[in-house]
């Protein structure tokens, strides 16, 4: 059996967004929070980190079928 190597951990990159979102949230209301999370900038980071991990999927995947 061939071992297999992760080339994206989505667990950790998980935790990392959600860890500097709530450092960047922390001490405010829940209309602000959620103004926030309305802001275009959040939307294109969180696309942004989506597109790496389908690229990151994608490598994943060519270098199992090799």
């Not at 990392?16 to 922390?26: F, G, N, Q, Y």
């Not at 790496?52 to 994943?60: D, I, L, T, V």
């Amino acid at each position: 059996m061939k071992a297999r190597t992760k080339t994206f951990d989505a667990v950790a990159e998980s935790r990392r967004w959600k860890e500097a979102v709530a450092k960047e949230t922390e001490g405010m209301t829940p209309e602000q929070t959620i103004a926030y999370f309305d802001r275009a900038a959040v939307r294109r980071r969180f696309d942004a980190a989506l597109r790496r991990a389908e690229q990151a999927g994608k490598a994943g995947l060519e270098e199992r079928n090799k």
